[in-house]
């Protein structure tokens, strides 16, 4: 950033151009976060969403808080590492037991890969068991390792696979809402809201007893209403047809408020802010465009924005206002490949290079990827 503050980029950029500032919700970056929220007054600080789902399952599989949970990923590490360091073992599992499907698998996060990896591993269960009781591994060197007969126990252990299916009941909904605010082809802020709310509810029927899913819903709840809730979450739940419309859409007062602190903080002239609260009982009562049978059948068939944009016309202000909160990201991943790209050009090599040239280098570099996945 050339040595700037966050206050200076913010003046450059035009504060009423910004609606909010994203980080990951280390304490350090919240404190900052906050600050500049204070500072301003006219945008909001978020946290990143995949960051703050990424320490919920972070918790989960802390051996302090469920060792149970934490047990079991480690025998499941175990048998994945173990199959992975040896590659005459793998070839025999991918070409004769799992038909080339794989153990591991890359997933959003650190954490997520843990719960990826068990799945995986259910689902080939079958698969690995004929693979440790067939003959080509009870006569190959394999038998012989240190680990060998830990690994076949597990794997042969009905309780380890009982409690696999247990962490996928817990973590499934979870990994779901991630791979959501993860993607890049679509904002996903506009779903946030209702998918944290249905992923509780789908670990809930998972698990029916509620000494069993009121422990998930404790941590859930510390991240969800401590960090990653904003009145921004709520506005664009609100301001999202394929959901408002819905007989689930949720009445609680706390979306209403949502979207009043929204249009408060981010609309600075109070004429346009009482244009856009009237306009909003149009949109709720589904008045002018809205009412359109077309409007109304391409509630769930057009993205949030598009859907603005093509039947908004009637109420200027609350179109503008609406596309402005749904185009918002809920992550900051695509922040993180910003640095990874400066940290593939500081290498060892490149470590004298002036400040200044190095933050035009990050650009260029950056600027030409973006450009690559838009024109390839």
């Known amino acids: 950033m050339d040595g700037q503050t966050p206050n200076n980029i913010v003046g450059e950029v035009n504060p009423e151009y910004v609606v909010q500032f994203v980080t990951d919700s280390e304490p350090i970056y919240k404190a900052a976060g906050k600050r500049l929220e204070a500072a301003f007054g006219t945008f909001f600080w978020t946290p990143c969403a995949a960051h703050c789902l990424d320490l919920i399952l972070e918790h989960l599989c802390k051996p302090t808080v469920f060792p149970h949970i934490a047990t079991t990923i480690e025998r499941a590490r175990t048998i994945t590492k173990f199959i992975y360091n040896h590659r005459s073992l793998l070839n025999l599992m991918r070409k004769k037991f799992t038909g080339g499907k794989e153990l591991c698998r890359p997933a959003a996060t650190r954490f997520a890969t843990n719960f990826i990896s068990i799945q995986s591993l259910v689902l080939n269960r079958k698969a690995l068991q004929q693979m440790f009781v067939s003959d080509e591994y009870s006569t190959s060197m394999f038998v012989q390792h240190p ?47 209702e998918a944290m709310d249905k992923a509780k509810e789908n670990i809930k029927e998972r698990l029916k007893r509620k000494s069993d899913y009121n422990p998930i819903w404790r941590i859930i709840d510390q991240r969800w209403d401590r960090q990653l809730h904003s009145p921004l979450h709520a506005a664009r739940y609100f301001l999202n047809p394929a959901l408002f419309f819905t007989p689930t859409f949720s009445k609680h007062s706390e979306v209403t408020r949502g979207l009043l602190a929204c249009i408060t903080r981010l609309v600075p002239d109070e004429g346009t802010e009482d244009l856009i609260t009237n306009q909003i009982e149009d949109y709720r009562e589904a008045k002018g465009m809205f009412g359109m049978k077309l409007a109304i059948r391409n509630r769930t068939k057009l993205g949030p924005v598009a859907w603005w944009n093509q039947f908004g016309g009637d109420v200027e202000e609350l179109q503008t206002f609406a596309i402005r909160i749904l185009s918002q990201t809920c992550s900051a991943t695509g922040c993180e490949k910003n640095c990874s790209t400066f940290e593939h050009i500081h290498s060892a090599k490149r470590n004298r290079l002036e400040h200044q040239r190095l933050d035009y280098l990050v650009f260029v570099h950056y600027n030409l990827k973006f450009r690559e996945r838009y024109t390839t």
């Open 147 to 193: 680990l060998s007969e830990g690994v076949v126990s597990t794997v042969l252990d009905k309780s380890f696979w009982d409690q696999c299916k247990y962490i996928l009941n817990i973590s499934e909904p979870l990994v779901r809402v991630l791979r959501l605010v993860d993607r890049q082809d679509k904002p996903a802020m506009g779903y946030l809201y």
